[in-house]
């Protein structure tokens, strides 16, 4: 059973936007923080940014001021809004959620920044 699904990547030229949506079960956004995370070609995957369920956020130092993460518990979305795409930005995305017993991803959407 899929419990996050991502949507939203594809190519963009550098200085571009995407948003990227996580769907997931209502479960999940009652009470688990949340995440993007990302990894490129030949790198470990690496935390992008994070939300908890009441709303407070984080971010990597390299998406700070770009990267808005939001989400929607009624809806059961979470949300990554990119700004200001740069090449170095290229990587799969996967979604997050951390529970007390249990961690959850998505399969991942694909973003590509170039020219």
């Known amino acids: 059973q899929v419990e996050l699904e991502e949507s939203g990547g594809g190519l963009v030229q550098p200085g571009g936007s995407l948003r990227l949506s996580c769907a997931g079960s209502p479960r999940i956004f009652r009470t688990y923080p949340m995440h993007w995370y990302r990894q490129a070609p030949g790198e470990q995957r690496k935390l992008v940014a994070g939300?908890?369920?009441?709303?407070?956020?984080e971010y990597a130092d390299s998406v700070k001021g770009r990267f808005t993460i939001e989400r929607d518990n009624p809806r059961t979305v979470m949300y990554l809004q990119m700004n200001n795409l740069e090449s170095e930005d290229t990587a799969i995305y996967y979604c997050?959620?951390?529970?007390?017993?249990?961690?959850?991803w998505g399969q991942g959407t694909q973003v590509t920044v170039s020219s």
């Open positions: 939300i908890t369920s009441g709303g407070v956020t």
């Open positions: 997050h959620a951390e529970g007390d017993t249990e961690e959850l």
